[in-house]
């Protein structure tokens, strides 16, 4: 919006700019931040959001969207407990299910350290959301995938892009013209 704002500001023409947002394609050009894919009647949103910050713009979008939600949410090892706490926190109060995971890089971290920190502020905070806790990020997408509900909307803060992108498209997942109907 504020691109366009700017646009109209130097009186440029619409149709130019209308032309260009038409053929931006978040998956191609902008590859990991809020890129949305259809998997039959399911939404999955591929975002590598690993802060607060990234995940309340995200959640944002989940509200707007209206479905039920599932979050896969995992953060780096290399934050202060306190900020895996926040982050968490943070990301957990926009879905209607929670799935930890953990990166497969722990950055000095003992394996299953952050998701225990993790599953421990769901649990305080969030103890009526359905939890499930994977260490590794392949399975935890795999197993939530397989228990989509019709017309649901799976978003993954994920840490390996090209293993993901590899199984959506394995799957049949498509970005192209995809939209939130």
Avoid: W
């Avoid at 497969?104 to 905070?125: C, H, P, Q, S």
């Amino acid at each position: 919006m504020a691109a366009i704002a700017a646009c109209r500001a130097l009186a440029l023409r619409t149709d130019p700019i209308i032309r260009a947002l038409s053929a931006f394609r978040a998956h191609e050009q902008n590859t990991g931040r809020a890129n949305l894919f259809c998997l039959g009647s399911n939404h999955i949103l591929l975002d590598y959001g690993h802060n607060p910050e990234a995940f309340g713009a995200v959640g944002a979008l989940v509200r707007y969207s209206g479905r039920k939600a599932t979050g896969i949410i995992g953060l780096p090892g290399d934050r202060d407990d306190r900020l895996i706490r926040e982050g968490i926190h943070r990301a957990a109060q926009y879905f209607d299910k929670i799935v930890l995971k953990e990166d497969a890089d722990l950055r000095g971290r003992a394996r299953g350290e952050v998701a225990a920190i993790m599953a421990g502020t769901v649990e305080k905070y969030f103890p009526q959301k359905p939890l499930a806790l994977y260490l590794d990020e392949r399975q935890a997408v795999e197993k939530s995938l397989a228990e989509l509900t019709h017309n649901e909307l799976l978003v993954v803060f994920y840490d390996q892009i090209g293993p993901l992108m590899d199984m959506l498209r394995s799957r049949g997942a498509r970005a192209e013209e995809c939209f939130m109907e």
